[in-house]
């Protein structure tokens, strides 16, 4: 009889524990510290930032008043911005409202008064537009909304364009129109 009544009480202690393990109190259960959130928002005044390609070629100098960026949607705005895309290549300056910059697509979004400037041999080309896409990857500066370029003695406005900028062509599509004068410096007959 004793050794039936270890026997139980052994049962009987196994089973305690495996209840325990099975179904923690309170005071069983781990609090695991709280880290901080390391995704930050914040703002810097008298910007200015190089960006350089997987080759070490600068793609993109911008500079502005102010960068504000928003840790939630990963884009840093730039107001105001003046702007050098490829400036030991395709050479491209302007300006414009707002710049954003998206860390996620590595692409910079011109908004709001964009002016882009080229210079070459016969002149200047000024491209105007409200919105432009530079896109690094593909190394394009893309425009879906109306654009506006002027040449000397010649412009042309068209819905959409695409600058390659590898082989500096502009290409246009949706409503073209324009005058153009291959080689003449200014308005005239």
Do not use: K
Not at 13 to 32: A, E, G, K
Not at 77 to 105: K, N
Not at 148 to 172: K, M, N, W, Y
């Amino acid at each position: 009889m004793r050794r039936s009544l270890v026997l139980a009480a052994c049962f009987a202690l196994v089973l305690v524990f495996l209840i325990r393990w099975q179904f923690p109190d309170h005071r069983s259960t781990r609090m695991l510290p709280s880290l901080p959130d390391t995704r930050f928002d914040y703002t810097l005044t008298d910007f200015s930032a190089l960006f350089r390609a997987p080759d070490g070629t600068v793609e993109l100098l911008i500079s502005g008043p102010r960068l504000e960026h928003d840790s939630a949607a990963r884009v840093a705005t730039v107001f105001e911005p003046a702007f050098h895309i490829e400036p030991e290549g395709a050479d491209w300056q302007g300006r414009a409202d707002r710049a954003l910059l998206l860390r996620e697509a590595e692409e910079t979004v011109l908004e709001g008064n964009v002016v882009l400037i080229h210079g070459d041999g016969d002149g200047e080309v000024r491209i105007t537009a409200d919105r432009l896409h530079h896109h690094a990857r593909a190394r394009t500066i893309e425009s879906v909304s109306p654009v506006d370029v002027q040449h000397p003695g010649s412009f042309v406005q068209a819905g959409r364009a695409v600058l390659r900028l590898d082989d500096d062509i502009l290409e246009f599509s949706d409503h073209v129109q324009g005058d153009l004068h291959p080689g003449r410096s200014g308005p005239g007959p």
